[in-house]
């Protein structure tokens, strides 16, 4: 018996989980799934324990260890595949039909759904819903890393990726800059802390076509993805000297932003005026955990070895720049500073720590008020995961893409991004009682991707020219 952490506790509803995609590049064989479970992923603890509420500790839930019968958690549906017109509308809507089921909380908390139909991607997809106290999206990346092999090489296991340091060019320098550092990193947490505060206590984002009503008790989820260019992202990327994720969230801005605006009538100066009066914010995941080494978590699958795992993230309030911009770069610029500005600071961190003092003082049901408060009080979520940079098999299935996302809260929109090799997968989930049209949506954020791009390639081009 282990109790849940913190983070585990805030996300212990059976709503709360993730729903992926892989689409395969070979037809799907069950067997193979079966074996690869009980030989790797059955001995990650999370996947061999269900939950239970343990009366003897304030009614809190803890993990119970149980013995798994794989076969009783790899579904096989069996259509009628030839009489499917439409492959792509028929796994989204299977998938979004997964969504709207609550998770069986009387057993380990995760099913793959493997099918053998032919789609505009994949010869054949593994639907795998997992709840998400198991683990956040950084940790479930790393284990299906830790499962997989490079199709290059099928014995071998695909290597971290790490950051290079930067030298010290010399100590008072170094000094100098600590200083510094620290007296913005001390006053930029303090703001910080305090929007955190608000938000939690009654700062709400304003009424928008966005934003669900949490007190309805209702949410029809439909999930879409949208793959695009790691290329395209990258070359604004390297343009613009940012990070990958700033050019994510700049692109998300302006999609949102182009989607607002048809959702309000008049003229362009009246919904300029419009938009610039909405306060729209994100909560956004951060990773707070150091790099987890691939090879350390095999052993711990192959071996039972002890490796730390599972729901180790923070939460910022991220404010969203949805206002009409004649230069599209505006976005991604906005998207940066304001990240930037949020790097500084603690406030994941502080968040983190709220919810594990709160859980100690005051039990499980005041984080869940707590973790309510947050999602209810901002109009989405959103996060971006990077996945592996070469390509690899899972359970010897060569992987063509990989789709996912968090169903969390009572937002009506989740937006999550994941990498994979030169691919980039646009994730939404969209309660459709407050989003009817989530391909428009998606529509826009690609739209907005490409004049992005079409700015960046101008840039670039008048700089060569100069």
């Known amino acids: 018996m282990e109790p849940l952490s913190p983070m585990s506790h805030m996300l212990s509803s059976p709503n709360f989980f993730i729903v992926i995609t892989f689409g395969f590049k070979v037809r799907c064989n069950p067997s193979a799934f079966v074996e690869g479970i009980n030989n790797s992923l059955i001995n990650a603890p999370r996947f061999s324990s269900k939950m239970e509420i343990d009366y003897k500790r304030k009614g ?30 028929f796994i989204e809507d299977y998938t979004s039909n997964i969504a709207n089921i609550p998770m069986d ?15 505009s991607k994949a010869e054949s ?3 795998v819903k997992i709840h998400h106290s198991i683990g956040d999206g950084m940790s479930l990346m790393s284990l299906l890393l830790a499962c997989s092999r490079k199709t290059s090489d099928p014995n071998a ?61 209702f949410q029809s989820w439909k999930v879409v993805h949208r793959i695009i260019s790691f290329e395209d992202v990258k070359l604004v990327k390297d343009t613009m000297n940012m990070k990958v994720n700033d050019v994510l969230l700049g692109m998300t801005q302006a999609g949102l932003s182009r989607y607002l605006s048809s959702k309000y009538d008049g003229s362009t100066a009246e919904k300029k005026k419009i938009l610039e009066k909405l306060r729209v914010r994100g909560a956004v995941a951060i990773n707070l955990r150091p790099a987890t080494k691939i090879e350390d978590l095999a052993d711990m699958m192959a071996k039972g070895s002890k490796c730390r795992w599972g729901n ?48 100690k003082f005051f039990g499980g049901k005041a984080v869940e008020a707590f973790g309510k408060r947050i999602f209810g009080h901002t109009s989405l979520a959103f996060s971006n995961v990077k996945g592996p940079d070469e390509e690899i098999s899972f359970f ?25 090799v030169d691919k980039i997968v646009i994730n939404l989930a969209v309660d459709t009682t407050t989003i009817a049209d989530p ?22 081009f008048h700089k060569t020219e100069v």
């Not at 909380?105 to 789609?119: A, D, G, Y």
């Not at 992987?399 to 996912?404: H, N, V």
């Open 312 to 359: 180790f993230i923070g939460t910022i309030i991220f404010p969203l720049w949805v206002k009409p911009e004649k230069d599209p770069l505006e976005y991604i610029r906005r998207a940066k500073a304001t990240m930037d500005r949020k790097k500084i600071s603690l406030e994941a961190f502080i968040f983190y720590g709220i919810i594990k003092f709160t859980l």
């Open 125 to 127: 997809l593994a639907i």
């Open 105 to 119: 909380m009387s057993k380990p908390l995760w099913e793959f759904h493997l099918l053998n139909i032919k789609t």
């Open 396 to 420: 010897h299935h060569p992987i063509s893409y990989i789709a996912g996302s968090a169903l969390v809260g009572s937002q009506a929109l989740n937006i999550h991004f994941i990498s994979y």
């Open 439 to 460: 391909h428009r949506l998606c529509d826009d954020m690609v739209e907005a991707l490409e004049i992005i791009k079409s700015a960046t390639q101008e840039k670039r």
């Open 60 to 89: 809190d839930p803890v993990w119970i260890p149980v013995k798994v019968r794989v076969e009783d958690h790899v579904i096989v549906p069996d259509p009628e595949y030839s009489n499917i017109e439409n492959p792509d509308q």
């Open 157 to 217: 296991l695909i290597s971290n990726t790490t950051a290079t340091k930067k030298p010290v060019d010399s100590m008072a320098w170094w000094l100098f800059v600590g200083f510094w550092f620290m007296i913005r990193v001390t006053f930029t947490t303090i703001v910080e802390f305090s929007k955190l505060m608000l938000t939690i206590c009654f700062l709400r984002d304003t009424k928008n076509p966005l934003m669900g009503n949490p007190s309805d008790g």
